[in-house]
C-alpha cells in the first residue's frame, strides 16, 4: 500500500516536469520557425550601423538638353569613436591636415555616439585632403563619398533654378520646388558591431544610392543668354535699383527666358544676402502695369460689343474730368477724332476712361478676374505674388476710370505676360 502510493507520487512528479519540458519545447520550436525572421531581424539591426551613401541629386537641363544644374563628387570625413585605437593621435593627425584646432576636433573623435560625422570640418573635403587622411588607415576613420550641387552657368537664371544647402536639400526656386524628385533615395554601407562598437566579423553589406530623377525646363539657354546680356547692359547704361525680363512663347506661354536683377552665384550662395537670394522679381514684384494693362479693357470691351473699334469714334482732347479729378492725355492738346483701335494705338488715356465708363465696374473687373489678375499664375515657382485689385466695394467712378488704363491697381510680371 506504502510503494503504491509512493509510485503514484513519482509519476505525478514526473507529469509536472514533463508539461512544462514540452511547453519550452513547443516555445522554442515556434521561436526557431515562426519568429525566426522577426527576431533576426530584430538583432540585426542591434548590431548594424550604416555609414550613408548620399544619392546624387537630379540634374536639371534647359529644352535642348543642356545641363544647368549638375553635381561634382566629393569626399566627408566619418568617424567611428569606438573603433579609434589611439583617440589621441587620430585626434592631433586630423587636427593638422584639416587646419582645424585640437579641441574643435577632439570634440568629435571622443563623442559618445555609433557614428560621428565630421561637420562642417570634414564636409567636402578636396581632393589632396582626403588622400592625406586614407594614407594614414587609421580604425574607426572612414571617407564617404558625397555629392555636391554645381552651377556651371553661375548667375544665370539663378533665381529660377535656385540653390542648395550643404545637405543638398533644396532651399529656393526649382531646387526647392522639385526637391522630392530631384533628391532620390540614400544609399549605405552596413557594418555590424557589438554594443561596445568593436566591429564584428560579419561581412559589410551594400546598399546602392538610387539618384534623384533629372528635370527638363521650357528655357533655352541661348534666349536666356541673350536676355540677360541686355540687362547687364540695362546695369551699366543707368545703373537701376532693380530690373527684369521675361521671353515668353505666345502660342502656349512656355517660359523660354526669365532673369531679374540683382542676381547671384548659387555655387557661392553663402557669401549673398537674404533679400538678394529671395527677390525673383519676375514672380515677385508688384506694380502698376500702365499702358500694357490697356489690352485687357480693350478686350473686354470688343467682347461686350459696348464699342465697334472701326467704325465708333471718340474725340480726345487731351484731358477727361471725372467727379472732380482730371485724368490728363499723354499727348499735350489730345489726338483729336479718332477710331477706337486708334485709340488703342495711341494709347489714350481717356479714350480708355470711355471705355471703362461703357463697361461698368462689374463687367470691367469680372473680365479682370478671369483674365486671373488677383490670383497666382500657377508658375511652378515657390513665392509667386498675386498683385492688388480694388474690392469692388471700394470702386468709385475714378477708380474705375484709372483701373480702365492700368493704374490703381497692381500685377506681378510673370502674370501681365501670361
Request: proline share 3%; aromatic share 10%.
Amino acid at each position: 500500500m506504502f510503494t503504491k502510493s509512493i509510485d503514484k507520487r513519482i509519476k505525478i512528479l514526473f507529469f509536472v516536469f514533463l508539461i512544462p519540458f514540452f511547453l519550452i519545447l513547443i516555445k522554442v520550436f515556434y521561436i526557431q520557425v515562426f519568429e525566426y525572421k522577426k527576431l533576426n531581424k530584430l538583432a540585426k539591426n542591434l548590431w548594424s550601423r550604416d555609414l550613408e551613401i548620399q544619392a546624387e541629386r537630379g540634374k536639371i537641363f534647359d529644352r535642348n538638353g543642356v545641363v544647368l544644374a549638375d553635381n561634382l563628387t566629393t569626399t566627408s570625413l566619418v568617424i567611428l569613436p569606438n573603433q579609434v585605437k589611439d583617440k589621441e593621435l587620430v585626434t592631433k593627425k586630423l587636427a593638422t591636415i584639416l587646419n582645424v584646432s585640437y579641441d574643435s576636433m577632439k570634440r568629435h573623435v571622443y563623442k559618445k555616439t555609433s557614428i560621428e560625422r565630421v561637420h562642417p570640418e570634414g564636409r567636402r573635403l578636396s581632393y589632396d585632403v582626403a588622400e592625406k587622411i586614407q594614407r594614414l588607415h587609421f580604425d574607426g576613420v572612414y571617407l564617404v563619398k558625397e555629392s555636391k550641387r554645381d552651377y556651371p552657368y553661375k548667375d544665370l537664371l539663378s533665381h529660377s533654378l535656385g540653390y542648395v544647402g550643404i545637405d543638398n536639400q533644396g532651399l529656393s526656386g526649382l531646387e526647392y520646388q522639385y526637391d522630392k524628385i530631384l533628391t532620390g533615395e540614400n544609399g549605405a554601407i552596413k557594418y555590424f558591431s557589438d554594443a561596445h562598437g568593436n566591429k564584428l566579423s560579419v561581412s559589410d553589406q551594400y546598399v546602392s544610392p538610387k539618384n534623384g530623377l533629372n528635370i527638363n525646363l521650357t528655357i533655352d539657354l541661348n534666349i536666356q543668354k541673350s536676355l540677360e546680356r541686355e540687362l547687364s547692359n540695362i546695369k551699366d547704361m543707368f545703373q537701376p535699383e532693380m530690373a527684369l525680363a521675361i521671353v515668353v512663347d505666345p502660342k502656349n506661354g512656355e517660359i523660354l527666358g526669365m532673369s531679374s536683377y540683382p542676381d547671384y552665384d548659387p555655387n557661392q550662395y553663402q557669401k549673398f544676402s537674404s533679400s538678394s537670394l529671395s527677390r525673383n522679381l519676375p514672380i515677385w514684384a508688384s506694380y502698376e502695369p500702365g499702358s500694357t494693362f490697356k489690352i485687357v479693357t480693350m478686350a473686354s470691351s470688343v467682347e461686350e460689343k459696348v464699342i465697334d473699334i472701326f467704325k465708333d469714334r471718340f474725340y480726345d482732347s487731351g484731358k477727361v474730368s471725372v467727379d472732380g479729378s482730371v485724368l490728363k492725355c499723354w499727348k499735350s492738346g489730345g489726338h483729336g477724332d479718332q477710331t477706337f483701335l486708334e485709340v488703342l494705338q495711341n494709347s489714350c488715356n481717356p479714350g480708355f476712361v470711355k471705355l471703362g465708363q461703357l463697361l461698368g465696374k462689374e463687367r470691367l473687373f469680372s473680365y479682370i478676374k478671369n483674365f486671373g489678375f488677383g490670383e497666382k499664375s500657377g508658375i511652378d515657382l515657390n513665392g509667386e505674388g498675386t498683385g492688388i485689385l480694388f474690392p469692388m466695394e471700394k470702386i468709385g467712378n475714378v477708380e474705375l476710370a484709372t483701373s480702365a488704363f492700368g493704374q490703381g491697381i497692381s500685377v506681378t510680371p510673370i502674370h501681365l505676360i501670361v
